[in-house]
């Protein structure tokens, strides 16, 4: 058995004498690990980084083998991320959610699309990356089954106006309908209705605490395992960025 395609790198974990467990993600393959021999050295460690876009190929003698992988850098995310902490903790939390929340060689063609789009995004800079790192968290919640309803307001049918989710429902709440339980609610920020509206940290922000309250709720809390720690230092970040308290 043996495939090779365009794959991200979403962990690497030493393993034997020099070898790593490698995790991708490939389009038709999803969240796949393979063993890397020599993945741990100095020559192939570069190429095993979070982040990375690489042609991987992958064989084994059955189909539900570790296996062997082996790579040829595409694009070097992680190396060009190292020296903005912003973009690397963004890089290193959406790939932490990516191997936490996908199952295992369960083809998500979207998820790895989406993925590719935040990391391209990237090299314009996080400003561009992290209204994309959002929509990608929200279509990744969809793609499991715990979509956001963002249409129409749960209280009235409105569509106009929504600025808030509920924790209990996800669906979106207009600002007239939410005001007597604003401090119960979401923010909902407006470019994750529509991706053309401009934003800004604060929009960052509000987008991060909605999708991540999701994610540790269903994607990770369902699984009874945490929300991994690189998404919770990436919110903290943006977090103190802005100036805001966790509870703003």
């Known amino acids: 058995m043996e495939w090779a395609a365009p794959a991200i790198v979403l962990a690497a974990r030493p393993y034997g004498e020099g070898g790593a467990v490698v995790t991708l993600l490939t389009e038709a393959h999803g969240r796949h690990a393979g063993l890397a021999k020599g993945g741990a050295s100095r020559g192939q460690a570069a190429l095993w980084q979070p982040g990375n876009l690489i042609e991987a190929r992958w064989v084994?003698?059955?189909?539900?083998?570790?296996?062997?992988?082996?790579?040829?850098?595409?694009?070097?995310?992680?190396?060009r991320a190292m020296d903005d902490p912003l973009a690397l903790a963004l890089l290193t939390a959406a790939c932490a959610v990516a191997e936490g929340a996908l199952p295992e060689r369960e083809a998500h063609p979207a998820c790895f699309h989406g993925l590719v789009r935040v990391i391209s995004a990237l090299a314009r800079g996080p400003e561009d990356a992290l209204p994309l790192l959002v929509q990608w968290e929200a279509a990744l919640l969809a793609e499991l089954g715990y979509g956001l309803d963002l249409a129409s307001?749960?209280?009235?049918?409105?569509?106009?106006?929504?600025?808030?989710?509920?924790?209990?429902?996800?669906?979106?709440?207009?600002a007239a309908a939410g005001a007597p339980y604003a401090d119960r609610l979401l923010r909902l920020p407006a470019f994750l209705r529509d991706d053309t509206k401009p934003s800004d940290l604060q929009e960052w922000l509000a987008g991060l605490r909605l999708t991540g309250f999701f994610l540790a709720r269903d994607a990770f809390g369902l699984q009874h395992r945490p929300l991994p720690q690189a998404r919770v230092m990436l919110q903290d970040r943006v977090t103190n960025l802005t100036g805001s308290s966790e509870n703003a």
């Open 60 to 79: 084994g003698r059955l189909a539900d083998q570790l296996g062997a992988v082996s790579g040829e850098m595409v694009h070097a995310a992680a190396a």
């Open 153 to 174: 307001c749960a209280a009235t049918g409105s569509t106009e106006d929504l600025v808030w989710v509920s924790p209990r429902s996800g669906r979106a709440v207009s």
